[in-house]
């Protein structure tokens, strides 16, 4: 199956990898050249602006951007549906707000061009492990491109079977879901992102706690200097809070226990905050994750080890580079 990707970064060039290993036809554009053309050595086909979509995608054309949300992503598929043609689809791959994602598909819609939202989790190690996606989109547009979101998936894996799922929608055992119409893709991936706060903060928290058992404050009958890699590592493996983030905390830890590369300097990218804003709207309790948005929040200001546990994170998950620390306050 073909399809076009705009935007060639940490992801959107692995997801053009991960297609031509499946066989599809990927044709790829971004700003920069070098990204262009270190996928057409690897037999993606080069579009070296926006225009060459109409041509070297057939009929309906099917164009995914993998770009930051916000004015990125509003002004490519801005120029985009003055390009396309009715019965084209534009897949948004990236972290937009959901509401975005509505206003853009009434625009689309207009047109006659299909709009699909992807809530995209996988960052660096999706080529190899791949992508776990939340879809929002009219239905035949959604079935019509399954063969794609197929190959980006999971797949099953070793993960053991849920019992009395046998009725129920197969896809979401492979590591994608149709969540709903226009928007509910990126709703869902923005709730996700929201709870990965929560599940960062507690870790961070927790072996926060750990270090600071060796503290000259305590009684000294009551220090321990615990090995964190080794308590990380352990609890990988058969613990009930074992996680795929445990795994990337283990990996940090065991290249430098006392994280040293990192400041602590925490960003947030957008998700937790609309998560708080969607449950402030609906009137949700949600203290732990408001607490995680705030900490990070603080980070910015001073800095503890369990807020560089966090920045090693999201290098791991993401390969998200720590922001520049600000002066701390008396």
Same mark, same amino acid.
């Given at each position: 199956?073909?399809?076009?990707?705009?935007?060639?970064?940490?992801?959107?060039?692995?997801?053009?990898?991960?297609?031509?290993?499946?066989?599809?036809?990927?044709?790829?554009?971004?700003? !920069?050249?070098? +990204? @262009? %053309?270190? $996928?057409?050595?690897?037999? =993606?086909?080069? *579009?070296?602006? /926006?225009?060459?979509?109409?041509?070297?995608?057939?009929?309906?054309?099917?164009?995914?951007?993998?770009?930051?949300?916000?004015?990125?992503?509003?002004?490519?598929?801005?120029?985009?549906?003055?390009?396309?043609?009715?019965?084209?689809?534009?897949?948004?791959?990236?972290?937009?707000?959901?509401?975005?994602?509505?206003?853009?598909?009434?625009?689309?819609?207009?047109?006659?061009?299909?709009?699909?939202?992807?809530?995209?989790?996988?960052?660096?190690?999706?080529?190899?492990?791949?992508?776990?996606?939340?879809?929002?989109? !009219?239905?035949? +547009? @959604? %079935?019509? $491109?399954?063969?794609?979101? =197929?190959?980006? *998936?999971?797949? /099953?894996?070793?993960?053991?079977?849920?019992?009395?799922?046998?009725?129920?929608?197969?896809?979401?055992?492979?590591?994608?879901?149709?969540?709903?119409?226009?928007?509910?893709?990126?709703?869902?991936?923005?709730?996700?992102?929201?709870?990965?706060?929560?599940?960062?903060?507690?870790?961070?928290?927790?072996?926060?706690?750990?270090?600071?058992?060796?503290?000259?404050?305590?009684?000294?009958?009551?220090?321990?200097?615990?090995?964190?890699?080794?308590?990380?590592?352990?609890?990988?493996?058969?613990?009930?809070?074992?996680?795929?983030?445990?795994?990337?905390?283990?990996?940090?830890?065991?290249?430098?226990?006392?994280?040293?590369?990192?400041?602590?300097?925490?960003?947030?990218?957008?998700?937790?905050?609309?998560?708080?804003?969607?449950?402030?709207?609906?009137?949700?309790?949600?203290?732990?994750?408001?607490?995680?948005?705030?900490?990070?929040?603080?980070?910015?200001?001073?800095?503890?080890?369990?807020?560089?546990?966090?920045?090693?994170?999201?290098?791991?998950?993401?390969?998200?580079?720590?922001?520049?620390?600000?002066?701390?306050?008396?």
């Amino acid at each position: 199956m073909q399809l076009g990707i705009v935007g060639l970064g940490r992801m959107g060039g692995n997801i053009a990898r991960r297609l031509l290993k499946a066989g599809h036809e990927v044709v790829v554009f971004d700003r !920069d050249a070098k +990204a @262009v %053309d270190a $996928l057409a050595k690897e037999k =993606a086909k080069a *579009a070296h602006a /926006l225009n060459d979509f109409k041509t070297l995608l057939s009929s309906p054309r099917a164009i995914w951007v993998m770009l930051p949300a916000g004015a990125p992503t509003e002004q490519t598929i801005a120029q985009l549906s003055g390009l396309l043609e009715k019965g084209d689809v534009v897949i948004d791959g990236g972290n937009t707000f959901y509401k975005d994602d509505i206003r853009r598909a009434k625009s689309l819609h207009e047109r006659g061009i299909d709009y699909i939202d992807v809530g995209t989790s996988g960052g660096v190690w999706g080529l190899e492990r791949g992508y776990c996606m939340m879809i929002g989109g !009219d239905k035949a +547009a @959604v %079935d019509r $491109l399954d063969p794609i979101f =197929a190959a980006l *998936a999971p797949g /099953l894996g070793t993960i053991p079977c849920t019992p009395d799922r046998e009725t129920r929608d197969p896809r979401a055992e492979r590591g994608y879901i149709h969540a709903g119409p226009v928007g509910a893709g990126h709703f869902v991936k923005m709730i996700h992102n929201g709870i990965e706060y929560g599940l960062m903060q507690a870790y961070a928290e927790g072996f926060d706690i750990l270090r600071g058992k060796s503290s000259e404050t305590l009684p000294e009958d009551e220090r321990f200097t615990l090995d964190l890699g080794d308590i990380a590592e352990v609890w990988r493996r058969g613990s009930v809070i074992s996680s795929w983030l445990l795994d990337l905390t283990a990996i940090a830890l065991a290249k430098d226990e006392s994280l040293k590369e990192f400041s602590g300097f925490v960003e947030d990218s957008g998700e937790g905050r609309w998560t708080i804003d969607a449950a402030i709207e609906e009137a949700v309790s949600a203290n732990v994750l408001t607490a995680a948005l705030y900490a990070r929040f603080r980070s910015r200001v001073e800095h503890s080890f369990g807020e560089k546990l966090l920045s090693a994170m999201r290098m791991q998950f993401g390969g998200h580079v720590e922001g520049h620390a600000t002066e701390s306050k008396s």
